[in-house]
Antibody
Framework: QVQLVESGGGVVQPGRSLRLSCAASGFIFSNYVMHWVRQAPGKGLEWVALISSDGSDKYYADSVKGRFTISRDNSKYTLYLQMNSLRSEDTAFYYC??????????????WGQGTLVTVSS | AIQLTQSPSSLSASVGDSVTITCRASQDISSALAWYQQKPGKAPKLLIYDASSLESGVPSRFSGGGSGTDYTLTINSLQPEDFATYYCQQFYIYVSFGGGTKVEIK
């Protein structure tokens, strides 16, 4: 079955960096677009970034553009999110998500437990 | 970016009631819309995709409709386990989410 396991969250000071990882299993990772979505505690869902199946195309929310970088290693079945110049408003649970089946849309059936990033001095 | 506006932001209802949540997009999204249910401390759960297709295993009391810019999620005969927060999400151009609707017990 599809599993997505996020890791790398923690407490970090404003302005510092953090890298999140997502280990995928149960499907052919290199066939799917992947996304990061976040949710601040007690708040709504916010899409962060997506990366094409081969890693050649990347798109970002305006709120993270220029600070965050999404990447993937298809040989390791792993998705990454490099977060630089972190701000307090980046505090959130971060979820790694798989696109729908090829030919369908970007809706999210499989959710991991998320990893909490807390930006605080 | 496509903005999604959900209404109401919260509602109170009783077990057995029917409720409808609305999601309005800032442009035509051609039914590229999904609905999720989220309970406290849990990840969201996919209910509906392509505006009206029920995800496998989701009870038939949940239904989705709409087209163009206006979409609805209807829950018929609310059950105790349906009290939660609901989000719409468009995938017509990249991805964006509505602000959420909290369904509370009256």
């Amino acid at each position: 079955q599809v599993q997505l396991v996020e890791s790398g969250g923690g407490v970090v000071q404003p302005g510092r960096s953090l890298r999140l990882s997502c280990a995928a299993s149960g499907f052919i990772f290199s066939n799917y677009v992947m996304h990061w979505v976040r949710q601040a505690p007690g708040k709504g869902l916010e899409w962060v970034a997506l990366i094409s199946s081969d890693g050649s195309d990347k798109y970002y929310a305006d709120s993270v553009k220029g600070r965050f970088t999404i990447s993937r290693d298809n040989s390791k079945y792993t998705l990454y999110l490099q977060m630089n110049s972190l701000r307090s408003e980046d505090t959130a649970f971060y979820y790694c998500l798989r696109d729908g089946e090829p030919g369908s849309g970007s809706y999210f059936l499989h959710w991991g437990q998320g990893t909490l990033v807390t930006v605080s001095s | 970016a496509i903005q999604l506006t959900q209404s109401p932001s919260s509602l109170s209802a009783s077990v057995g009631d029917s409720v409808t949540i609305t999601c309005r997009a800032s442009q035509d999204i051609s039914s590229a819309l999904a609905w999720y249910q989220q309970k406290p401390g849990k990840a969201p759960k996919l209910l509906i995709y392509d505006a009206s297709s029920l995800e496998s295993g989701v009870p038939s009391r949940f239904s989705g409709g709409g087209s163009g810019t206006d979409y609805t999620l209807t829950i018929n005969s609310l059950q105790p386990e349906d009290f939660a927060t609901y989000y719409c999400q468009q995938f017509y151009i990249y991805v964006s989410f509505g602000g959420g609707t909290k369904v509370e017990i009256k």
